[in-house]
């Protein structure tokens, strides 16, 4: 069931990485050469690359499989410490290769200013028997996995050989594989459920801008005939956009409110499509999600790792203050602290209205819908909905006032609007896991249901109080 429990196990491939930091202060440049002197201050090891990815899953609650090439080196086995406080993180898939170095990335840092960066990488090729062993590595990670990431960096470890490997295992056991590409064209990732580029691999694979929305959703349609899945670019501070097969597209704009160091926010990104992903939520709603994730990772120093605490704690505060519980938040804020409230295991209710005059009938049903689970949402009709509905002179109180009279009610936690004819498309998008009704529906008519159940959820109808309505209490006012 979505946002229960342990998630995973996810299978992490590719390019693993020590990201070393050495931080000290500048105060004089070196009488012996133009360049500054660092008085040398302290010094730490994160995971880097795919363990950076492997690592922020794992923060997020997942269980993580971890394929990928090391040396036979002191960094490998820092590498491994490092790896080590995350629990959750199998590393006896990791590949020795003797011949390589484990590929570390040094950085020396003044403050919070990066001076300069030294990579120690071999970018040849893995000899034979090496592909030999990731190719079995992988394929016996992927018996155990729910969902497949490789994440490329184009160090060597996702040849075609091993990504062809991971793709036909994973679609022989109908696993997603989520792909974050290095490579020029995306040719390679055929098989693929998505491919998550950001903006200069996309324009590195197509030869088009992303300047726009509009663009960026026709650069993605691009990219996707090249592997034949769906495309997530990540678009730095303008967000992400989602291109579906079905033509579906979504525009995620930014959240960070802080930017300090937007590496590895990508890495972030992924881990957290894959663990919602691997918790059972929509694509659409892991989008939310990964995109909340980013912001944190933005807003750190350096290779950053974001916690579910963390991702809770934004997540909330991205409620308008001073209006929680029951504020009215817009449709992508909504999804993000959604799928944030099921990644923490909590069970989301969704029903939805005009609540235009509010009677005892609402009060009732909506207590007991958020007796159904742990969280209430309430999708409110917008005014041009309700008069589609119910005729020109309703509603009577407009959508602002409606949603600060139902987002008073203790029982609810959210109010967002809705200007369909039908819930249909917002409970695609905030997925929901149990759908609350009145019991004048039967389960079969109540719209959204099949959405619900598709994904683990239920629906569930609620008697009505009788004797009481909006409209009956319009008509008694008239006299
Ligand atoms: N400057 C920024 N302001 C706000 N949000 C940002 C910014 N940069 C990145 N983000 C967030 O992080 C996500 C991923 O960033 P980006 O598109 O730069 O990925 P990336 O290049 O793959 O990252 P990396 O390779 O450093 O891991 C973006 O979609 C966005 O949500
Ligand atoms: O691709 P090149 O530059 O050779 O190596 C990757 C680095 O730039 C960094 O990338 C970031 O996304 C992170 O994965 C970080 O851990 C990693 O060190």
Known sequence: ????????????????????????????????????????????????????????????????????????????????????????????????????????????????????????????????DTVARLVATVEEALGRSSVVVLSDYAKGVLSDVVIGAAIAAAQAKSVPVIVDPKRRTFEAYRGATLVTPNRLELAAATGLPDTTDAEAALAAEAASRQFGGDVLVTRAEKGMTLWRRNGQVLHVPAQAREVFDVSGAGDTALAALAVSLASGHTLETSVHFANAAAAV???????????????????????????????LVDRARAA???????????????????????????VSILEAAAREGDRLVVALN????????????????????????????????????????????????????????????????VVGGDVVK????????????????????????KG
């Open 1 to 128: 069931m979505a946002g229960k429990g342990a998630v995973g196990p996810i299978a992490v491939i590719g390019d693993v990485m020590v990201d070393r930091y050495i931080v000290g202060s500048v105060s004089r440049i070196s009488p012996e050469a133009p360049v500054p002197v660092l008085v040398h201050g302290a010094e730490r090891i994160v995971p880097g690359g795919a363990a950076n990815v492997a690592a922020n899953a794992a923060a997020l609650g997942a269980q993580v499989i971890l394929v990928g090439l090391t040396g036979a080196d002191p960094e490998a086995e820092a590498l491994k410490d490092a790896l080590a406080a995350y629990p959750g993180i199998d590393l006896s898939s990791l590949v020795a290769d003797g011949g390589r170095p484990t590929i570390t990335k040094t950085r020396v840092m003044s403050g919070r200013q990066q001076i300069v960066r030294i990579d120690a990488e071999i970018l040849t090729p893995p000899a034979e």
């Open 382 to 445: 917008t005014d041009t909905s309700v008069q589609r509905l119910k005729g020109p002179t309703r509603p009577v109180q407009d959508e602002a006032a409606r949603a600060r009279v139902i987002g008073a009610l203790r029982c609810v936690d959210l109010v967002v609007l809705f200007e369909e004819d039908t819930p249909l498309e917002i409970i695609t998008t905030l997925g929901p896991d149990v759908l609350v009704k009145g019991a004048d529906y039967r389960e079969d008519e």
């Open 336 to 362: 993000a602290v959604i799928a944030g409230w099921q990644a923490a295991g909590a069970r989301v209710v969704f029903t939805n209205g005009c609540f235009d005059l509010v009677h005892p009938g609402h």
């Open 454 to 477: 598709a994904r683990g959820g239920r629906v569930a109808l609620i008697p009505l109080v009788e004797g009481r309505s909006t409209s009956a209490l319009v008509a008694k006012a």
């Open 297 to 327: 990772a933005v807003g750190k120093i350096g290779t950053a790792v974001v916690t579910r605490a963390e991702l809770n704690a934004a997540l909330d505060a991205s409620v308008p203050e001073g209006a929680q519980p029951g504020a």
